[in-house]
């Protein structure tokens, strides 16, 4: 009878973990309104969406964020809040020394201002593709236009029209 009740919880738990497993965020899509969790910079800095953004960037990769850089490097954060330019950076799979000891030091370098998710899961409902950059187009809190680009160039073009 013991055998039988340790089975029994045992299969429970594990239904019940699958379905916790199976559990996805709905990716945010153009009509949806974006809402985005309090997050801190480079600085540690909190940061919370601004009513006035018109554009989210969002890196979740090395080669994504070298886009941003590549496009902003001579940015400042007064420029780019001028612009309504909001940055958001999911570094959750980096290790967390190679952040806290190199990463981070060097994102304090940069002149412009880079809203982190150190943790995972903050920026889940972010579309993403690999080693590419997504890009929000806001009006009013709702997502009206959404690229994902792998060229600085092409994102110069689309955020500073």
Do not use: C
């Amino acid at each position: 009878m013991r055998f039988f009740n340790t089975l029994l919880l045992f299969i429970t738990l594990s239904f019940s973990v699958l379905s916790v497993a199976n559990e996805q965020v709905k990716v945010i899509a153009v009509g949806d309104t974006l809402t985005l969790p309090k997050l801190n910079d480079q600085f540690e800095k909190p940061h919370t969406l601004l009513p006035e953004t018109k554009w989210v960037l969002f890196s979740h990769d090395m080669d994504s964020s070298k886009i941003v850089r590549e496009a902003f490097g001579d940015q400042t954060h007064e420029t780019m809040q001028k612009a309504k330019i909001q940055y958001y950076a999911d570094i959750s799979a980096m290790p967390s020394l190679i952040s806290k000891f190199i990463a981070i030091p060097k994102m304090k370098k940069l002149k412009y201002t880079i809203v982190m998710d150190k943790e995972g899961g903050a920026l889940d409902i972010m579309p993403k593709e690999e080693d590419k950059l997504t890009v929000l187009k806001i009006e009013n809190g709702k997502v009206v236009d959404l690229v994902i680009t792998a060229d600085a160039k092409e994102l110069r073009d689309i955020v500073l029209k």
